[in-house]
DNA sequence: TATAATTTTTAGGCTTGTCTAAAAATAGGG
DNA sequence: CCCTATTTTTAGACAAGCCTAAAAATTATA
């Protein structure tokens, strides 16, 4: 069965609130991060069930079944493949290539993204850190805890980012505070949440906002 | 103003019926190549008259305007390179990339295409010959002839084709009469129509309707 | 546990792009 | 120049996705 566009981005969707909040997935939920209205989230609930990608009942939220699941893991590795294409090979920054991708995910057909994975050489993960799922939809992803959960004096790399807007990375870009630098936990204050961390022998400070968004290995 | 994935068919099914017959265009002749009713055609006629983009008196048939043609230039532009881009990039052969460039051309990112168009190396031609835009939209093409048209003892260079069904261009592929080769015509038979020519030492005949899609630079 | 606030669904409508059937315009042959 | 065949347009419908307003269900609160 073919799916849309639109269901693409709502099996996208559904998929992504899921593994975040884990448990079942809200009409307003879906409608806030979609920039669409609750009424329209509930018509295309009822289509998506019909096709048996979603398990829905009325009231209660819901959760991808597993044909469901595959199709939303398939988009996500044709838009992380596209991310890295456009910046290992047309050189563009990480934080111009999310709309584009948003586009090109929904570009149908095995073979072209089977041959741009090879032609990228297999890659691990996209610009952002985000795993690629592999042509058989298995996705490892790894224990990544996020800044603002780190204590004084832990050491880490950064490693992914929650947070995807152009402003953000912009904004991590600027201040050096890109994939694969080293990290360590000068100071926490109490009273906003703000941290002191060491990049690059670099001290800086950055808010609650920014350190709850940013993804670190130890 | 933004113009829907339809409404850029449209415009490009325009621009080559014009610029093959030369005139103006017909409804049924839009209905024929996008498989479509009539009536729907002549709706999309409305609207796309409303924005400019045609010209259009009702039962006179249509032509593009300024406007209208650049865009259609655009989509060229694009369908063209991402083809370049599969054969080139991703070892697609030319028989198999025709489908997927009917949907990449939609995506819409002039800088994405100039990045492309760097990254392939400013290509001039197409893999079926035909010429790409430049990013100004000026598309500098070249007299070409058909194999009909040729007269016996005559050398060309095939150079395009007037068709790109994947059966054509697999027959073309299969005996051997690809881009770039060197032909000469050793007879014609009036009968029929069909040609013997000879390429790569080799003599073969090919049917009128062969000849007719077959594209030489003398 | 009753009431209030919030979330979700239903009802009814709109736009885009498609269709079929029927009417109108144009083109061609005698 | 008229009648017929063909082309094109109009009229009326439908599916997909979206909306607003109102009703129903759920959850929170006192
Ligand atoms: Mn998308
Ligand atoms: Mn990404
Ligand atoms: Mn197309
Ligand atoms: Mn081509």
């Not at 991590?172 to 002191?196: N, Q, S």
């Not at 022998?201 to 906002?209: A, D, F, G, P, V």
Request: aromatic share 6%.
């Amino acid at each position: 069965m073919t799916t849309s566009f639109t269901e693409e981005n709502y099996l996208k969707t559904i998929y992504h609130l899921n593994t975040d909040e884990n448990g079942t997935v809200s009409t307003n939920a879906i409608s806030e991060s979609l920039h669409t209205k609750a009424a329209s989230v509930t018509d295309m609930l009822k289509k998506l069930a019909d096709k048996e990608l979603i398990n829905y009942a009325k009231y209660q939220g819901v959760t991808l079944t597993e044909i469901g699941k595959q199709k939303a893991i398939t988009i996500i590795r044709k838009h992380r493949l596209w991310e890295v294409f456009l910046v290992d090979k047309l050189s563009f920054k990480w934080d111009e290539v999310h709309d584009l991708a948003e586009e090109l995910e929904h570009i149908n057909s095995e073979i072209l993204i089977n041959r741009l994975d090879e032609f990228l050489n297999f890659p691990e993960k996209d610009p952002h850190g985000d795993p690629i799922p592999d042509k058989n939809g298995i996705l490892k992803s790894q224990e990544l805890i996020t800044v603002a959960k780190m204590n004084i004096g832990e050491h880490g790399k950064i490693s992914g980012v929650r947070e995807h807007s152009k402003d953000f990375l912009q904004y991590l870009e600027k201040t050096g505070l890109t994939l694969g630098c080293e990290i360590h936990i000068i100071d926490k204050i109490t009273f906003d949440g703000a941290v002191v961390v060491g990049i690059n022998q670099i001290e800086q400070t950055i808010s609650r906002e920014v350190a709850k968004n940013i993804l670190i290995s130890l």
